[in-house]
C-alpha cells in the first residue's frame, strides 16, 4: 500500500488538508474493479502528535501520526506552513522533508507549503508554484527557486508544487492519474464534481487589479507607481527612466534585479490585470477595455491576455462576469 502523510500545524486553514484527507483516505466502493494495485493508505502528521491543533474556524484538529513517519511515507503532502508572511519553517519539518527525499518519497506542496520545500533546500535550481499571493516572497526568500507564478501546479517528477487551494485539487487529481491512470482519476473527480483534468499549465486567475508599489524613497518606485497611474497612455522605457530620474541603460537593469522581469513585461502584465475587474463587471466590449488600460489595439490585448491568463478575454468575461441574478 502506498502511503501518504499530510503536514497538520496549528493555525492552519482546513480546506486543504481536508482536500487531501477525502482524495487519499476516503473509502473508494466506486473503484472496485478499476485498481490494479491498492488504494493509497493516509496519516495525518503533525509534530506532536494526539495534541489539538486549533484551526481556523474555531475548531480544533488532532494528529494520530508524529513527523517521523511522515519521513518514512511513499508520498509527502505539506498543505501549508503557519504564518507564511515572516514566520519561520519548524526545523523539525525541514528535516522530515529532507529525510524523505533522501529515501526518494514524493514530495508535494499546495499553496504556501512550497515554502517548506524551499527552506529544506529540495527546490533550489526547480520550477515551482505556490498561490500568487506568495510569489514575490517566495522569490525573495528563496532566489535559487525558479518561481512560476503563471500555473495551477508544476510536475517535476518527485517534486510537485500547486498554487492556492483549488489547484491542490488539480494536482491531487494529477497524482492519481500518474499512479492508477486516467480512468481512475476521472472516477475520483465525479465524485469530487470537479473537471477530470485541468492542466497544471493553466494560469492561477489572479482576483488583485493592480497592486500599489511599497512607498520607497527612490526613483525605481516612484516610476512604477507613475506608470500605475498612467497605464492608458503610451508608455516606453525612455518615458519610465525619465520619471525615475536614470539614464535608460541604468534603469533596465536596476528594474530587472528589483522585480525580475522588464519594464515592458511589467507593464503588459499590469494592463492585464486592470482588464479583469472590467472584464468581470461587463463593463464595455473588449475593444473599450484594451483601449482603457493602454494596449493599442484588441488584437494586442488578445495575444498577450491568452499568453498570460492561458485564455481568452472573452473566456474569462463567460465564466468570471459579475452577473446580476
Given at each position: 500500500?502506498?502511503?501518504?502523510?499530510?503536514?497538520?500545524f496549528?493555525?492552519?486553514?482546513?480546506?486543504?488538508?481536508?482536500?487531501?484527507?477525502?482524495?487519499?483516505?476516503?473509502?473508494?466502493?466506486?473503484?472496485?474493479?478499476?485498481?490494479?494495485?491498492?488504494?493509497?493508505?493516509?496519516?495525518?502528521?503533525?509534530?506532536?502528535?494526539?495534541?489539538?491543533?486549533?484551526?481556523?474556524?474555531?475548531?480544533?484538529?488532532?494528529?494520530?501520526?508524529?513527523?517521523?513517519?511522515?519521513?518514512?511515507?511513499?508520498?509527502?503532502?505539506?498543505?501549508g506552513?503557519?504564518?507564511?508572511?515572516?514566520?519561520?519553517?519548524?526545523?523539525?519539518?525541514?528535516?522530515?522533508?529532507?529525510?524523505?527525499?533522501?529515501?526518494?518519497?514524493?514530495?508535494?506542496?499546495?499553496?504556501?507549503?512550497?515554502?517548506a520545500?524551499?527552506?529544506?533546500?529540495?527546490?533550489?535550481?526547480?520550477?515551482?508554484?505556490?498561490?500568487?499571493?506568495?510569489?514575490?516572497?517566495?522569490?525573495?526568500?528563496?532566489?535559487?527557486?525558479?518561481?512560476?507564478?503563471d500555473?495551477?501546479?508544476?510536475?517535476?517528477?518527485?517534486?510537485?508544487?500547486?498554487?492556492g487551494?483549488?489547484?491542490?485539487?488539480?494536482?491531487c487529481?494529477?497524482?492519481?492519474?500518474?499512479?492508477?491512470?486516467?480512468?481512475?482519476?476521472n472516477?475520483?473527480?465525479?465524485?469530487?464534481?470537479?473537471?477530470?483534468?485541468?492542466?497544471?499549465?493553466?494560469?492561477?486567475?489572479?482576483?488583485?487589479?493592480?497592486?500599489?508599489?511599497?512607498?520607497?524613497?527612490d526613483?525605481?518606485?516612484?516610476?512604477?507607481?507613475?506608470?500605475?497611474?498612467?497605464?492608458?497612455?503610451?508608455?516606453?522605457?525612455?518615458?519610465?527612466?525619465?520619471?525615475?530620474?536614470?539614464?535608460?541603460r541604468?534603469?533596465?537593469?536596476?528594474?530587472?534585479a528589483?522585480?525580475?522581469t522588464?519594464?515592458?513585461?511589467?507593464?503588459?502584465?499590469?494592463?492585464i490585470?486592470?482588464?479583469?475587474?472590467?472584464?468581470?463587471?461587463l463593463?464595455?466590449?473588449v475593444?473599450?477595455?484594451?483601449?482603457?488600460?493602454?494596449?493599442?489595439?484588441?488584437?494586442?490585448?488578445?495575444?498577450?491576455?491568452?499568453?498570460?491568463?492561458?485564455?481568452s478575454?472573452?473566456?474569462?468575461?463567460?465564466?468570471?462576469?459579475?452577473?446580476?441574478?
Amino acid at each position: 500500500m502506498h502511503t501518504v502523510a499530510v503536514y497538520a500545524f496549528a493555525g492552519m486553514a482546513p480546506f486543504e488538508l481536508g482536500v487531501v484527507v477525502e482524495v487519499f483516505g476516503l473509502a473508494r466502493p466506486e473503484l472496485a474493479g478499476l485498481l490494479s494495485a491498492p488504494w493509497y493508505g493516509l496519516k495525518v502528521c503533525a509534530e506532536v502528535p494526539g495534541e489539538p491543533l486549533a484551526a481556523v474556524g474555531g475548531f480544533s484538529i488532532t494528529a494520530q501520526h508524529g513527523l517521523e513517519e511522515l519521513a518514512a511515507a511513499d508520498t509527502v503532502v505539506v498543505v501549508g506552513v503557519p504564518n507564511a508572511f515572516g514566520g519561520e519553517v519548524p526545523p523539525q519539518l525541514v528535516r522530515a522533508l529532507r529525510t524523505a527525499h533522501e529515501r526518494g518519497a514524493r514530495i508535494v506542496s499546495i499553496c504556501s507549503g512550497a515554502f517548506a520545500l524551499a527552506a529544506a533546500g529540495l527546490l533550489d535550481g526547480q520550477e515551482a508554484t505556490t498561490h500568487w499571493r506568495y510569489v514575490e516572497l517566495l522569490r525573495r526568500q528563496y532566489p535559487a527557486v525558479r518561481v512560476n507564478p503563471d500555473v495551477l501546479y508544476v510536475d517535476n517528477g518527485e517534486l510537485l508544487t500547486s498554487a492556492g487551494s483549488a489547484a491542490g485539487i488539480d494536482l491531487c487529481l494529477h497524482l492519481i492519474r500518474r499512479d492508477h491512470g486516467a480512468k481512475v482519476a476521472n472516477t475520483v473527480a465525479r465524485r469530487f464534481v470537479v473537471p477530470p483534468h485541468r492542466d497544471g499549465g493553466q494560469a492561477q486567475f489572479i482576483e488583485a487589479a493592480i497592486r500599489q508599489v511599497p512607498q520607497e524613497d527612490d526613483g525605481l518606485a516612484h516610476s512604477m507607481q507613475w506608470a500605475l497611474d498612467h497605464l492608458a497612455t503610451p508608455l516606453t522605457v525612455a518615458l519610465l527612466a525619465r520619471a525615475a530620474r536614470m539614464s535608460e541603460r541604468s534603469y533596465l537593469r536596476h528594474f530587472t534585479a528589483r522585480n525580475g522581469t522588464s519594464p515592458m513585461r511589467w507593464v503588459v502584465h499590469q494592463r492585464i490585470a486592470a482588464s479583469l475587474p472590467l472584464l468581470e463587471a461587463l463593463d464595455g466590449t473588449v475593444e473599450e477595455i484594451a483601449a482603457a488600460v493602454g494596449f493599442e489595439s484588441a488584437a494586442t490585448f488578445r495575444h498577450h491576455f491568452t499568453r498570460t491568463m492561458r485564455t481568452s478575454p472573452t473566456a474569462y468575461r463567460r465564466t468570471f462576469a459579475n452577473r446580476v441574478a
